[in-house]
Every structure is written in C-alpha cells, then in structure tokens.
C-alpha cells in the first residue's frame, strides 16, 4: 500500500507564516510544517499527535501514514465532512526524546456541518521506529455538544 490512495481527499496548503492548527504559539512552518514537509521529525510523542491532528486539519496524507505504524494503519482514511477547529493536550505519559513508547491525552473538536461542536477525547498510544514516533492505537470517546 502506498500513501497515494490512503487519503482520499485532496490536501489543504497553508502558508508557513500562519498560525498551526495544533494550538501552540508558533508559525506552522517553525512548529509542524517542519514534521509534514519532512524537514525534521517529531521528537516526541506529543510532537508526533499534534504533527497529526494538524495534518488531519490539512487533509495531508502522506504524514499520517508515514506516522501511524504499519501494524495498525487502516487502508484509506475518508475525512470529507470534518472541519477541525481546536485541539487541547490534556496529558502525557512518557513519549519523551529517550522514550521508547508514549501517551497523550488529548480532546479534539471539529464543527459538525449544522455548526454545532463534537470532540473526539483519545488517550493514544505511540511507539519509536527507527527512531521515529508513530501512532500505534487509541481508546476514544466522542462527544456532540449540539
């Protein structure tokens, strides 16, 4: 399988200058533009999820499947209705530069096509391979604030 056919819809650009979906104070570029444009790799297990929501806010492909191990990594992923609109890192356990494996807490909102708000809260687990951090599964739970 390769990346080309695991997201179905076409990509979203955004400028580097502009503000990254992932909620830090940073320029896309300097935050996780770096992790999607491969000019790096996200050191940590938290860097990884938010490279990953962000990605997720770009419709971007090619870094959720370089980023979700192999082992557990669905076909095609088809996010056509979804407008992510925050995201809040609530904990993490482990996932550091020396760590092996991680976790992170986290809760994402997205606007429903009727405007009103629904959260995916996820603990997800990740793992190192060949020193790289990949999302491996999660426990989550959602919920419709409309």
Same mark, same amino acid.
């Given at each position: 399988?390769?990346?080309?056919?695991?997201?179905?819809?076409?990509?979203?650009?955004?400028?580097?200058?502009?503000?990254?979906?992932?909620?830090?104070?940073?320029?896309?570029?300097?935050?996780?533009?770096?992790?999607?444009?491969?000019?790096?790799?996200?050191?940590?297990? /938290?860097?990884?999820?938010? @490279?990953?929501?962000?990605?997720?806010?770009? *419709?971007? #492909?090619?870094? &959720?499947?370089? =980023?979700?191990?192999?082992?557990?990594?669905?076909?095609?992923?088809?996010? /056509?209705?979804?407008?992510? @609109?925050?995201?809040?890192?609530?904990?993490? *356990?482990? #996932?550091?530069? &020396?760590?092996? =494996?991680?976790?992170?807490?986290?809760?994402?909102?997205?606007?429903?096509?009727?405007?009103?708000?629904?959260?995916?809260?996820?603990?997800?687990?990740?793992?190192?391979?060949?020193?790289?951090?990949?999302?491996?599964?999660?426990?989550?739970?959602?919920?419709?604030?409309?």
């Amino acid at each position: 399988m390769t990346s080309e056919s695991f997201f179905a819809n076409a990509p979203r650009d955004l400028a580097p200058d502009a503000d990254c979906p992932c909620g830090r104070d940073k320029a896309y570029g300097d935050c996780c533009g770096r992790y999607i444009d491969q000019r790096d790799v996200p050191p940590t297990a /938290e860097a990884c999820m938010r @490279s990953r929501y962000t990605a997720y806010v770009l *419709r971007n #492909g090619d870094h &959720l499947f370089r =980023t979700w191990s192999p082992k557990t990594r669905p076909q095609t992923i088809d996010l /056509e209705n979804i407008n992510w @609109s925050g995201l809040e890192i609530k904990a993490t *356990r482990l #996932g550091g530069v &020396l760590d092996a =494996t991680g976790q992170v807490e986290f809760i994402a909102h997205w606007l429903l096509e009727d405007g009103h708000q629904a959260d995916l809260h996820e603990v997800s687990d990740f793992e190192k391979r060949g020193n790289r951090w990949v999302y491996v599964s999660g426990e989550h739970h959602f919920h419709n604030a409309g």
